[in-house]
């Protein structure tokens, strides 16, 4: 539980590590719904032993010493101030993605929890994006399964990084200076929000489908575009399916967080990402799905390049190098970052992020259901997890109904998919 993972000064290890450069905006960032947590979640074919996740999660955070850390504040910046703690496996009893950082505690900023036959790490984006908490995760549930089945695991694909290139921080490292303004970057013209009613007790509530991962890339290559292209397509069509005539003079903006690995090798473990936004205009819409793809198509192929990438990554270090918001001490920092930040969040209708296809050793690869992975975001977020032929869609919001995404899975439904749905919805309905 949050409680089990509060420690006290005398746990400190006397290390501490900077935060990497898209790190340094999360705490300011971090306000009610949006607890800046995400979920990573491993669904097994048999009933977890939490004791063995335990020894699994002991031996393997070793090779991640800055996940063992509680969040201060210094001078100018936040750092992460070391501890000689591992977090304590508990059962998942807690709304999910429930806050980590508690302003003035050194508490660690990860849970390991469990239920039934599922395994869930919950993470404060201060340590790592999804990639690279997944690297973690990963290692974690190999190194459980190998224990639970006492098999060898020869991973090909297993990561051999060490431990001083995880806390590498690779926009550092890859920065080069530009001359476009970060702080005017992270404002935009408004984009059209979504809107409902909001959880009294500020609870997320998060919705879980999950279909075939083969039928939908036969359906991509119908509509002759990518996966990606097609998942955020029809995700805005199940936007402009709730929009009014007066809505559709704003535009629908989805923001696609990009795991820069892609572009720049690195083993960090750390954030490396950066984020592309993908504009719709809602008055364009014709009825059909092709009349959204194309315009979607032409922004990711627009984007998604080298230099297109690199700017989006420099950004962030941009705003870190800058002398005049370095020497200005944090407490009169953070009030502008905020303001900025809530500036930028009303450019943005949702966010869809899509994982890579994960992929697990043969020896255990069959004691494994599925993935899935939810993030707290302004509005709403949805990230895609695909292992064997099960394309999970994790979404997460605010709002008490799932009314974008229930019109997205009778979309996906009219469209010759078979769709199964699991909510955390505290109705219980």
Same mark, same amino acid.
């Given at each position: ?57 002991? !031996?393997?955070?070793? !090779? ?13 910046? $936040? ?8 977090? %304590? ?56 399964? @190998? ?27 890859? $920065? ?31 919705? !879980? ?41 704003? @535009? ?19 954030? =490396? ?34 230099? %297109? ?6 950004? $962030? ?22 303001? =900025? ?25 069959? $004691? ?39 019109? =997205? ?10 769709? !199964? ?9």
């Amino acid at each position: 539980m949050i409680g089990d993972m509060k420690t006290t000064s005398n746990s400190r290890t006397g290390k501490w590590y900077k935060l990497d450069n898209a790190a340094i905006i999360v705490p300011c960032s971090a306000h009610g719904f949006d607890t800046r947590v995400f979920r990573i979640v491993c669904e097994l074919k048999e009933t977890v032993q939490p004791e063995i996740l335990q020894q699994a999660l002991d !031996e393997t955070v070793v !090779e991640f010493p800055h996940f063992n850390s509680a969040l201060r504040k210094g001078l100018f910046w $936040y750092y992460l101030d070391g501890l000689d703690e591992t977090a %304590k496996v508990t059962e998942d009893r807690e709304p999910p993605l429930s806050p980590l950082y508690f302003p003035g505690q050194r508490s660690l900023l990860y849970r390991v929890t469990w239920h039934d036959t599922r395994i869930n790490l919950e993470m404060f984006h201060v340590l790592a994006d999804g990639t690279g908490a997944f690297v973690f995760f990963r290692k974690m549930i190999t190194r459980y399964l @190998s224990l639970v089945h006492q098999v060898e695991v020869t991973d090909a694909a297993s990561d051999i990084s060490s431990s001083s290139e995880k806390v590498t921080d690779a926009f550092a490292h890859y $920065y080069q200076k530009m001359k476009s303004s970060q702080l005017k970057q992270m404002t935009s013209e408004k984009a059209y929000q979504l809107r409902g009613e909001k959880d009294e007790n500020q609870h997320n509530h998060l919705m !879980e489908g999950i279909i075939s991962a083969k039928a939908f890339v036969d359906l991509a290559h119908q509509y002759h575009t990518t996966v990606g292209v097609l998942l955020t397509s029809i995700y805005i069509a199940a936007v402009v399916d709730g929009m009014t005539v007066q809505d559709r003079k704003r @535009s629908i903006v989805i923001s696609v967080p990009v795991n820069l690995r892609q572009f720049f090798p690195s083993e960090t473990a750390r954030n =490396f990402f950066g984020v592309i936004n993908i504009p719709y205009n809602a008055k364009d819409y014709d009825g059909s799905l092709e009349s959204i793809i194309g315009d979607v198509r032409k922004s990711f192929g627009d984007q998604l390049t080298p230099d %297109k990438v690199a700017a989006t990554m420099n950004s $962030y270090t941009k705003l870190v190098e800058n002398y005049a918001v370095k020497v200005i001490p944090l407490f009169l920092k953070e009030p502008a970052l905020t303001y =900025f930040l809530s500036k930028a969040h009303t450019g943005v209708t949702a966010t869809l992020s899509n994982l890579e296809r994960i992929r697990m050793a043969p020896e255990i690869e069959g $004691y494994i259901d599925h993935f899935a992975a939810f993030m707290t975001a302004p509005s709403t977020q949805v990230t895609i997890a695909t292992y064997g032929d099960k394309l999970c869609i994790g979404s997460v919001a605010g709002f008490v109904n799932h009314d974008v995404m229930l019109r =997205f899975y009778r979309r996906l439904t009219a469209m010759g998919l078979e769709v !199964e749905l699991a909510t955390n919805d505290y109705d219980e309905a």
